[in-house]
């Protein structure tokens, strides 16, 4: 028999490993990891006059950004802003061995992230698998994707004195450092959903223990199929 069992501290559990999931996928799949130095689009206009305002409009100064496969620019016959998708069609084309490298473990990390939000959603009715608890294994699952993650972005730094990094950095840019470029928020939420993702594996002891607790288990003796207990 199903018993549906839901405490605040699995239902927070389960909240923050959707979260640390999301948004570990959403960084991952942005642009906004380098944000470049100020500049203006190149310039192809050689006309007349006529057409000066359009291309003060169009050489307005902005700021670039660089993820770990994409970018995000703007050219001079572009109206409608910036233009943004990946640069690198195949995994081969990504701009640095290191940021291939902090690809496949951020894909791992986030991979197993998303396998633990999937199951977490489910842990409401089940407790437990082969006779192991599901929040002991989910917050294995979610220790071992924080490693992930933290190698990860350890590796991403020294991509910096890549070409492609250059481009968007000036020349002074190199391994751990960033020349003229600063980090954009993508950098962040993945750091700060790995804290959250470590977070998680610690509090999912807790949601264990709140869902095995003995006021849960005196319910399911008097028969109560829906146990809800703060």
């Given at each position: 028999?199903?018993?549906?069992?839901?405490?605040?501290?699995?239902?927070?559990?389960?909240?923050?490993?959707?979260?640390?999931?999301?948004?570990?996928?959403?960084a991952?799949?942005?642009?906004?990891?380098?944000?470049?130095?100020?500049?203006?689009?190149?310039?192809?206009?050689?006309?007349?006059?006529?057409?000066?305002?359009?291309?003060?409009?169009?050489?307005?100064?902005?700021?670039?950004?660089?993820?770990?496969?994409?970018?995000?620019?703007?050219?001079?016959?572009?109206?409608?802003?910036?233009?943004?998708?990946?640069?690198?069609?195949?995994?081969?084309?990504?701009?640095?061995?290191?940021?291939?490298?902090?690809?496949?473990?951020?894909?791992?990390?986030?991979?197993?992230?998303?396998?633990?939000?999937f199951?977490?959603?489910?842990?409401?009715?089940?407790?437990?698998?082969?006779?192991?608890?599901?929040?002991?294994?989910?917050?294995?699952?979610?220790?071992?994707?924080?490693?992930?993650?933290?190698?990860?972005?350890?590796?991403?730094?020294?991509?910096?004195?890549?070409?492609?990094?250059?481009?968007?950095?000036?020349a002074?840019?190199?391994?751990?450092?960033?020349?003229?470029?600063?980090?954009?928020?993508?950098?962040?939420?993945?750091?700060?959903?790995?804290?959250?993702?470590?977070?998680?594996?610690?509090?999912?002891?807790?949601?264990e223990?709140?869902?095995?607790?003995d006021?849960?288990?005196?319910?399911?003796?008097?028969?109560?199929?829906?146990?809800c207990?703060?």
């Open positions: 028999m199903c018993h549906v069992i839901v405490t605040c501290r699995s239902m927070l559990w389960t909240l923050l490993s959707i979260v640390a999931a999301f948004g570990e996928l959403i991952f799949m942005s642009s906004d990891w380098l944000v470049g130095f100020p500049r203006t689009p190149d310039h192809h206009h050689h006309g007349s006059s006529s057409s000066s305002s359009s291309s003060a409009a169009a050489g307005e100064a902005y700021r670039p950004t660089l993820g770990i496969y994409g970018r995000c620019v703007k050219l001079p016959h572009l109206q409608r802003g910036v233009l943004c998708g990946p640069y690198a069609v195949h995994f081969g084309e990504i701009a640095s061995g290191f940021w291939q490298a902090t690809s496949i473990f951020l894909a791992a990390g986030i991979l197993l992230l998303c396998a633990v939000a199951i977490s959603v489910f842990t409401v009715c089940f407790q437990s698998i082969m006779k192991k608890s599901i929040f002991n294994v989910c917050g294995l699952l979610q220790g071992i994707a924080g490693l992930f993650l933290i190698l990860g972005l350890m590796l991403y730094p020294a991509g910096w004195g890549s070409d492609k990094a250059r481009l968007y950095c000036g002074e840019a190199a391994p751990y450092r960033a020349g003229l470029c600063s980090m954009g928020w993508a950098f962040y939420t993945a750091a700060g959903g790995t804290a959250l993702t470590f977070l998680c594996a610690v509090f999912s002891a807790q949601a223990i709140a869902t095995s607790s006021k849960v288990q005196e319910e399911i003796e008097e028969g109560k199929s829906l146990i207990l703060l």
